[in-house]
């Protein structure tokens, strides 16, 4: 509320329970999950964080693809079983003969959250009563985190509603491929295959009309400059290193249009090119940078103004 509460006023609150719930079953299934990590490698949990749709987890050893598949399998395995997920306050001496995953050291009271032979932790967090409360865990993604791995997981309706999003994402792709959602994998491999050659080829033609360009083009008044369009920075620099061929103090080769600004980049082994950097930068407002020798970057003015500017 934006209002000023009074002192002893009433409120009244209402629980969000879809949302509690799937707290309660992320939750629950870190509980599996880490149990399982802890009692199949002795590795730690040493990390985690809770977010509305997703869980991860940071454990401090490296786990390998075919570990965290029979980890998701084992997990689940757990869920169907059903097994109670007890909640209990040992005193002091039944604390300190019992063995439980804690982050920290905690004095008093603690709350111990248990999956009979699975898991058994410190912990003030809600739960569900049984593991098979969790529906469902999937290991979404994960990767290798500070010597260790993180792991990312998705519980219950998410993990419904994660499965449906990825097999609509694979439908579609397998109708855009018109290909068997079994081949999906081999057909982009093909398709990457031939986008490869056809870039190289591409790539060849490239240099070819390039070097053809290149016969016509003549310095004028110690200067060469290329104005060009559709053209990527890897071919701009095999266009700069053709042009730097021919006898000129400056070369200069910009990419673009006048709509969408350019791309350049100037060299010379002869004037001072730090200087025409600081006047881009003050005449058009162009970002870049480089040496004396050669600089480049982008700039947004229109191209009888570079070249006026250039001359």
């Known amino acids: 509320t934006d209002r000023i509460m009074e002192n002893g006023s009433s409120v009244y609150g209402q629980v969000d329970w879809k949302q509690r719930h799937s707290y309660m079953q992320h939750h629950t299934g870190e509980h599996i999950l880490s149990g399982l990590i802890y009692r199949s490698y002795g590795y730690q949990n040493v990390g985690f964080h809770l977010s509305a749709n997703t869980v991860t987890i940071d454990v401090d050893h490296e786990l390998n693809q ?92 998410k993990a419904l509603e994660n499965h449906r999003k990825l097999l609509n994402i694979v439908s579609n792709l397998s109708v855009s491929l018109s290909a068997k959602i079994e081949t999906i994998e081999e ?44 053209m990527d920075s890897s071919m701009q620099k095999a266009y700069m290193n053709l042009l730097m061929k021919k006898e000129a103090k400056i070369w200069s080769i910009f990419v673009g249009s006048d709509e969408q600004g350019y791309r350049f980049q100037i060299a010379s082994e ?25 600089i480049q970057g982008s700039v947004i003015a229109k191209k009888i103004d570079l070249e006026l500017f250039l001359k």
């Open 187 to 230: 057909t982009v491999q093909k398709i990457l295959l031939e986008k490869g050659n056809d870039q190289e080829k591409l790539v060849n033609l490239q240099k070819a009309l390039m070097q053809e360009r290149t016969k016509d083009i003549v310095s004028e008044d110690d200067q060469i400059i290329v104005f060009e369009q559709g």
């Open 66 to 157: 075919l570990q965290i598949e029979e980890l998701e399998v084992a997990a689940n395995r757990i869920i169907w079983e059903n097994l109670p997920v007890e909640i209990s306050f040992p005193l002091q001496e039944e604390l300190d003969e019992l063995f439980y995953r804690s982050k920290k050291d905690i004095e008093g009271q603690t709350r111990i959250v248990s999956i009979p032979n699975v898991d058994t932790c410190a912990c003030c967090a809600p739960h569900v009563k049984h593991t098979g409360e969790v529906g469902a865990l999937c290991i979404s993604r994960w990767e290798k985190y500070k010597g260790g791995v993180r792991l990312e997981l998705i519980c219950g309706d």
């Open 270 to 294: 002869s004037v001072d090119l730090k200087e025409v950097e600081e006047k881009l930068k003050h005449l058009f407002h162009a970002k870049g940078g480089g040496s004396s020798k050669a």
